[in-house]
Structure formats: structure tokens, C-alpha cells
């Protein structure tokens, strides 16, 4: 979420949910079941949106939210299964192609370009509590 507060007012964010990942009627992860994120593999545009719904309210996701269709057409388009990040110019073309997740998977990559881009974001350093007098 990080990378979206310090870039929203220069760049425009949009997550895509594409096909279920870890669904229970497919590969459930040990994860998925402690973070109660459990959904069998949508069969209709219906049920993915539910479950995106479901998901951006429950975790008050921020970000633009799109939801890919059941031909998977973003998916394909951009090879983004099971998690990806792009960065698109304003020509449209891709300027940035992150690695495929989980493996190759890497924020730090994106946030270095926009910092090129639009300058790097810098935070205060959090003070150190004073010491306490006796």
C-alpha cells in the first residue's frame, strides 16, 4: 500500500483480480485457510466479483479495483497469473514488466521506477523515544 500512497497523485493504480490463485477446489495453501481467504474457482463473473468484493471490503483495500472476465482476457494479455505488476505510460505501452509472482515478485522494482520517474518519496525517520528520567 505503501508504493500507492507515496504515487497516487502522480500516477494512476488499478489492481486487476484475475483467476482464483489457491482455490479449494484447486490448490489451497495452508496460508489461505489461517487468513480465511478460502474460495472455491469462480464459474461466473458473478461469483468473481463476490469474491473480489468480499476481498476489498474485508481488507479496506484502497486501490482501484478491476475485475477480469471469465475469458480471462487481462490475464492473458498480460501474463498475470498469479500476481504481476505493470506500469503503462501515458502512450499506453508498457513502461515497466515486473517478474511473475510469487518468486519474482518484486514492489522495490516498480517503486524504483516511478522514483526515477517522478522523484523518490522520502519519509521522516521515526524519532526515538526520549529517555525516560529517573
Request: with cysteine; aromatic share 14%.
Amino acid at each position: 500500500m505503501q508504493i500507492y500512497n507515496d504515487y497516487k497523485d502522480h500516477a494512476d493504480f488499478l489492481t486487476v483480480y484475475v483467476r482464483e490463485a489457491h482455490p479449494i477446489d484447486e490448490w489451497q495453501m495452508k496460508s489461505n485457510v489461517k487468513d480465511d481467504v478460502c474460495y472455491a474457482q469462480p464459474k461466473t463473473l458473478e461469483q468473481r466479483m463476490a469474491i473480489a468484493n468480499d476481498f476489498t471490503k474485508r481488507f479496506k483495500y484502497p486501490l482501484p479495483f478491476g475485475v477480469d472476465d471469465m475469458n480471462n482476457a487481462a490475464d492473458l494479455a498480460y501474463s498475470a497469473w498469479p500476481e504481476r505488476l505493470y506500469i503503462i505510460d501515458e502512450n499506453g505501452r508498457i513502461a515497466y514488466r515486473g517478474g511473475m509472482g510469487p518468486f519474482n515478485y518484486n514492489p522495490g522494482e516498480a517503486r524504483a521506477w516511478l522514483a526515477g520517474r517522478f522523484g523518490e518519496v522520502k519519509h521522516p525517520e521515526k524519532a526515538e523515544p526520549a529517555p525516560k528520567k529517573s
